[in-house]
């Protein structure tokens, strides 16, 4: 079963929406995988996050990276849906 996407806040105040996975990790390492994850911008602006520095669709970082996590709006998930078909 696929996760339910959520909207991310960072402490490097990205705003993401992606599916996220807590992993097994030792102490310091990454420890939350983000599948699909994508940058929202002005207007609902959905834009692949990294994108200029790589292919992957799964990017591991760590928890403490991570200020709010929450269930996206319904024009948002309806968005990001959109863009992922």
């Not at 105040?13 to 996220?20: A, D, K």
């Not at 420890?31 to 002005?42: A, D, I, M, Y």
């Amino acid at each position: 079963m696929e996760n339910q996407p959520k909207f991310l806040k960072l402490t490097t105040q990205e705003t993401l929406i992606s599916q996220v996975e807590e992993v097994n990790a030792e102490l310091g390492d990454p420890n939350c995988k983000l599948t699909e994850p994508f940058e929202v911008g002005q207007g609902l602006n959905l834009t692949p996050w990294l994108m200029e520095y790589t292919n992957d669709n799964q990017i591991m970082i760590r928890s403490e990276q991570i200020l709010t996590m929450c269930d996206p709006n319904p024009k948002l998930l309806a968005k990001y849906k959109d863009v992922l078909s």
